[in-house]
């Protein structure tokens, strides 16, 4: 009769140990179930430009900005409010609060604004007690009940930061709001902004659309190839519906030269990162929004396939980057990081083809195209430059 209690009982606890285990799975792929970011997100975001001194009438004039300037119908959808929107206290009931000084009218009166224009806003909290600039509260312990706020106001994306965080793993604080904003009933884009610090690219991939993968960009060539470099380790961890992110785009802050701001772009495209503008788009000259608009380029981020390029090739400062596209189609960018002009070359072989492999090379910022190349891609690029193309196998 013991046997056969002590079988029962057995087989009660391998019954219980794998529901446990199935259910957490069960979880984990529900923290992810919200459907969005099948390709990279593309936007805008307030921070790198304007910091905090933002307000409702900058967020409604970037919206018709991102619309009138075209880079709307390009894909760019998200006009994404960072820190700084709330008052330093919640309501008496728990509440975040708009600031009245500058966001008078609320922010689901931006949300419909925004939305009525055909794009999505986002908006920013902290998973701590604090958000990073210190002017208003984070959303730690409050997740449930300000995923729901957000919801109501119309939120499409939120960008969670990670300050005052009592010292906590982000690897217990960041999946509370995963499941707060699953909860709250609406499709919430989740951009988890840990800065890399716990390799999230590990774990983020079942909690959010995107994680951060690096500390924060700065508007130098030094900050920019330092993010790059950081986030191409984590290359194979991204995929539909979760991306590896390097930080917000500087192009057109005035920080770097137009050839510096082309290669920014053209690697943030090539990674499959999310194309965030950082600068005041109201008041962008031509050649930024050239180089913003360009839709070989965005192509290439938004390519269907969703597999992140990497660097494949590296010689001092003369580096190859590739990524596979769908159609059986390869992206390269050829980069030439030193400080003088220089030929960079890739080889089939550097590009996994085979060596008899015929291409035709388009070249995406020229626009010219070749047919007929075999065996290797050559190109003299000044300094801090590339060249960026989509190789067509015959």
């Known amino acids: 009769m013991r046997v056969v209690i002590r079988i029962i009982i057995v087989c009660m606890l391998l019954v219980s140990n794998n529901y446990a285990e199935e259910n957490e799975e069960g979880i984990q792929r529900n923290l992810l179930a919200n459907g969005l970011a099948l390709t990279p997100p593309m936007g805008w975001n307030s921070w790198n430009h304007f910091q905090c001194s933002i307000d409702e009438k900058l967020i409604k004039e970037t919206a018709d900005a991102m619309v009138s300037s075209g880079l709307a119908a390009l894909g760019y959808r998200y ?66 009940q300000d995923a729901k706020t957000f919801a109501s106001w119309g939120v499409d994306y939120l960008k969670y930061d990670n300050c005052f965080n009592t010292n906590t793993s982000p690897k217990e604080r960041y999946p509370i709001m995963s499941q707060a904003l699953l909860n709250s009933g609406r499709p919430i884009y989740f951009s988890l902004c840990e800065w890399g610090q716990e390799d999230p690219a590990t774990w983020a991939p079942k909690i959010g659309n995107s994680w951060r993968t690096t500390g924060d960009i700065s508007d130098k060539w030094e900050s920019m190839t330092s993010c790059a470099d950081q986030n191409d380790k984590w290359a194979s961890y991204a995929k539909p519906g979760g991306w590896n992110d390097p930080d917000m785009l500087e192009v057109g802050n005035g920080g770097m030269t137009t050839e510096e701001y082309r290669a920014h772009f053209s690697i943030w495209a090539l990674v499959k990162a999310p194309l965030l503008v950082g600068c005041d788009i109201r008041a962008m000259d031509n050649v930024t929004l050239s180089l913003l608009s360009n839709k070989h380029v965005i192509a290439v981020n938004q390519d269907k396939l969703g597999i992140q390029g990497k660097k494949v090739k590296k010689d001092g400062d003369l580096e190859v980057w590739s990524g596979p596209l769908s159609k059986n189609r390869i992206t390269i960018v050829l980069w030439n990081r030193g400080s003088s002009s220089a030929t960079v070359t890739a080889s089939w072989s550097d590009l996994g083809l085979n060596p008899t492999t015929v291409v035709m090379t388009h070249d995406l910022w020229t626009h010219s195209i070749q047919d007929g190349v075999k065996g290797n891609i050559s190109a003299y690029i000044e300094s801090h430059a590339c060249k960026m193309f989509v190789l067509t196998p015959h």
């Open 79 to 144: 006009i994404n409010i960072d820190d700084c929107w709330a008052e330093l206290n919640r309501d008496s009931k728990g509440n975040l609060v708009p600031k009245s000084s500058t966001f008078p009218s609320g922010i689901k009166d931006l949300a419909n604004y925004v939305h009525a224009k055909g794009l999505k806003l986002g908006i920013y909290s902290d998973a701590g007690t604090r958000t990073c600039s210190n002017t208003m509260p984070g959303s730690l312990g409050h997740e449930e």
